[in-house]
């Protein structure tokens, strides 16, 4: 079972803010990284670090991280960003990955 | 241009062996930690393991361990995953992808993998 908790789905109205959670004991410890995956493709990585965004990575795109809980934001939604998204960290061992159990995001 | 390009779909029949490969470009493959990634149909992201080039003894999550085998062969930049035995619950896309500042910022394309008899 993952450590990583997310809620399953939410929505967002075109040009609206959006915040994904990712809930799990190893984000006390582990930076966590972000990841769009649209229909039919591999995943993309969006967010990684202390708020970092890979080149070619929108600016709307932005991370953060308190306690246990990491978010997601998205500042202005568009509708390509209509997606699964997935959270990852250090599982509390340390030793592996783990990913979290991803979100639906819709663009209304 | 940076890029893992992984090996073809397969089909193949409940206790066959398979051994699925990812090249890397681009980039200096010895340096990057190469993993792997299932995603069964519908469902979401499972890390599966990691390998480091420079070192043969690959790392497994509990779920894995025991039922697939990580290899690369750093001298044709390439990753591998392997199963003796597959069975119907092996069926899924497996992707591999890069670790950098433990994140995955590379992916290879996905190979899908069907298991039935």
């Known amino acids: 079972s993952s450590e990583l908790t997310q809620d399953p789905a939410v929505s967002v109205a075109l040009g609206q803010t959006v915040r994904i959670t990712c809930q799990g004991d190893?984000?006390?410890?582990?930076?966590e990284s972000w990841y769009q995956q649209k229909p039919g493709q591999a995943p993309v990585l969006v967010i990684y670090?202390?708020?970092n965004r890979p080149s070619g990575i929108p600016d709307r795109f932005s991370g953060s991280s308190s306690g246990n809980t990491a978010s997601l934001t998205i500042t202005g939604a568009q509708a390509e960003d209509e997606a699964d998204y997935y959270c990852?960290?250090?599982?509390?061992?340390?030793?592996?990955?783990?990913f979290g159990t991803g979100t639906k995001v819709t663009v209304l | 241009e940076v890029q893992l390009v992984q090996s073809g779909a397969e089909v193949k029949k409940p206790g066959e062996s398979l051994k699925i490969s990812c090249k890397g470009s681009?980039?200096?493959?010895?340096?990057?930690?190469i993993g792997w990634v299932r995603q069964m149909p519908g469902r979401g992201l499972e890390w599966m393991g990691i390998i480091y080039p420079g070192d043969p003894d690959a790392r497994y999550s509990p779920s894995f361990q025991g039922h697939v085998t990580i290899s690369v062969d750093k001298s044709i930049t390439t990753a591998y995953l392997q199963w003796s035995s597959l069975k119907a619950s092996d069926t899924a896309t497996y992707f591999c992808?890069?670790?950098?500042?433990?994140?995955?910022?590379?992916w290879g394309q996905g190979t899908m993998l069907s298991v039935f008899s």
């Open positions: 190893s984000l006390r410890i582990f930076y």
């Open positions: 990852s960290s250090r599982d509390s061992s340390g030793s592996h990955h783990v």
């Open positions: 681009g980039y200096n493959f010895s340096n990057y930690y």
């Open positions: 670090g202390k708020n």
């Open positions: 992808v890069r670790e950098y500042s433990q994140a995955f910022d590379v």
